[in-house]
T-cell receptor
Framework: AQKVTQAQTEISVVEKEDVTLDCVYETRDTTYYLFWYKQPPSGELVFLIRRNSFDEQNEISGRYSWNFQKSTSSFNFTITASQVVDSAVYFCALSEPTGANSKLTFGKGITLSVRP | DSGVTQTPKHLITATGQRVTLRCSPRSGDLSVYWYQQSLDQGLQFLIQYYNGEERAKGNILERFSAQQFPDLHSELNLSSLELGDSALYFC??????????????FGPGTRLTVL
């Protein structure tokens, strides 16, 4: 069965620090998708990134970057020069199998607090 | 704003009652998903509909049911409510038929409190 582990439950940093949020997944499928979502204090879930299992290229989007390593089944998320607005709960998720009947499994989430 | 709307925003009811949560997907999206977020269970997928048909089922209790109407809005019905059903219920939508592989856009959620 698919599983997503976010071992860090809470992280607190000071503004401008870099922070990495870890995500480890388990799946028996060779084809799957990985996601990161952000849940700010307002409660809404915001999509950040989707990655398919065949694309191991790292991705950078502004201050955000993602490191996907199939060898270690990890999909880590780094925020560079963190800001107070980055304070939120961050969820890593895995969808499998591919196709119309796929299901999204979320990790427990990591609460990130960025202090001024 | 994701474009997904959910009503009501808050719902307070008593054990044993039945409630209906409503979701309108983004314009053009054919898939609707329901999720439950609680402190002990985290975020759990409940069910997906695509263009009116059930496509995928997760950890949805038998007391819960859902449907998607011809205008693509969806309703989640929760009956014989228990204290443990208190949670935030999210609806999400996506444009395609690729299920959870699609990028999903989440609504603001309905907070259900069962007393």
């Amino acid at each position: 069965a698919q599983k997503v582990t976010q071992a860090q439950t809470e992280i607190s940093v000071v503004e401008k620090e870099d922070v990495t949020l870890d995500c480890v997944y388990e799946t028996r499928d060779t084809t799957y998708y990985l996601f990161w979502y952000k849940q700010p204090p307002s409660g809404e879930l915001v999509f950040l990134i989707r990655r398919n299992s065949f694309d191991e290229q790292n991705e950078i989007s502004g201050r955000y970057s993602w490191n996907f390593q199939k060898s270690t089944s990890s999909f880590n998320f780094t925020i560079t020069a963190s800001q107070v607005v980055d304070s939120a709960v961050y969820f890593c998720a895995l969808s499998e199998p591919t196709g119309a009947n796929s299901k999204l499994t979320f990790g427990k989430g990591i609460t990130l607090s960025v202090r001024p | 704003d994701s474009g997904v709307t959910q009503t009501p925003k808050h719902l307070i009811t008593a054990t044993g009652q039945r409630v209906t949560l409503r979701c309108s997907p983004r314009s053009g999206d054919l898939s609707v998903y329901w999720y439950q977020q609680s402190l002990d269970q985290g975020l759990q997928f409940l069910i997906q509909y695509y263009n009116g048909e059930e496509r995928a089922k997760g950890n949805i209790l038998e007391r819960f049911s859902a449907q998607q109407f011809p205008d693509l809005h969806s309703e989640l019905n929760l009956s014989s409510l228990e204290l443990g059903d208190s949670a935030l219920y999210f609806c999400a939508s996506s444009v395609g038929s690729q299920g959870a592989n699609d990028e999903q856009f989440f609504g603001p959620g309905t907070r259900l409190t069962v007393l």
